[in-house]
């Protein structure tokens, strides 16, 4: 507990990246645990390297079968558990979706990924309503985060989908991952931001107080979440 769980139906809206990103600020304090569902196993092959944290557990042995119980145990495990899907509306989704107790829907902030991720909406919703079917209050906790925006301010987009998001009740964290060579070269260099050469990537400090403030962020919404609300299907 609890289990953060990246959705959306988009490739390329930043789930691996976000991911990446919290899980490895999480091991900076606590055990966490990866699920990396995704069949090309970036996480797995990005630990591979040989740089992940000490705190840091991948597990890519995932299937839509085993899915739900990977995240279980992996939660028994380790304080924190970390999944990244694949970006399809396949099965694994919902099933991933059924034991998380908090989602975030990654989004580039233009309109055309906004409504992309009204997708992963309807999974969250579709999971909610079986379980309020026992418990008429259950909601799911979740957020859209918006990623790869740009440092300087809000682009006029990203202020139009905030309103629409508003004033439809969805939820989003104030904490933008912005766009950032820096978690690009995460991947490139296999290795957690604070590990990469200052000499060959611009603006690590500033990708640091980015991917710290995410993590406080998300971890003040699931602290905020009210127990009764956060149960699972008894
Ligand atoms: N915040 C970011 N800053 C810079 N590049 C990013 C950021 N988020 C994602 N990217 C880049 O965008 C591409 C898609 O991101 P990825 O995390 O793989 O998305 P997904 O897992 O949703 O398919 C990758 O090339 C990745 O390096
Ligand atoms: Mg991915």
Not at 11 to 20: D, E, Q, R, V
Request: aromatic share 6%; with cysteine; glycine share 4%.
């Amino acid at each position: 507990m609890p289990s953060i769980v990246f959705v959306s139906p988009k490739g390329g809206a930043g789930k691996t990246t976000s991911a990446l990103v919290l899980a490895t600020q999480i091991a900076q304090g606590a055990d966490v645990t990866v699920i990396d569902a995704d069949p090309n196993h970036p996480i797995k092959t990005w630990a591979a390297a040989g740089n992940a944290p000490s705190r840091m557990t991948v597990v890519s042995d995932v299937t839509e079968e085993t899915i739900a119980d990977r995240i279980v145990e992996a939660a028994a495990r380790t304080p924190f558990v970390v999944v990244d899907l694949e970006g399809t509306a396949a099965a694994i989704v919902a099933y991933a979706i059924a034991e998380a107790d908090f989602v975030i829907v990654p989004t580039q902030g233009s309109q055309l990924d906004a409504e992309q991720a009204s997708n992963a909406f309807r999974l969250i919703r579709a999971h909610e309503r079986g379980i309020q079917k026992h418990k008429p209050d259950y909601r799911l906790p979740y957020a859209v985060l918006f990623t790869r925006t740009s440092v300087a301010i809000s682009s006029r987009d990203t202020k139009h989908i905030r309103a629409s998001f508003d004033s439809a009740g969805i939820p989003y964290l104030k904490t933008e991952l912005h766009e950032r060579a820096a978690y690009k070269a995460m991947f490139s260099f296999r290795q957690p931001l604070e590990s990469l050469p200052a000499s060959e990537v611009s603006n690590i400090p500033k990708a640091i107080e980015n991917a710290k403030e995410f993590l406080a962020e998300v971890i003040e919404r699931i602290r905020c979440t009210k127990p009764s609300n956060n149960e699972k299907a008894a």
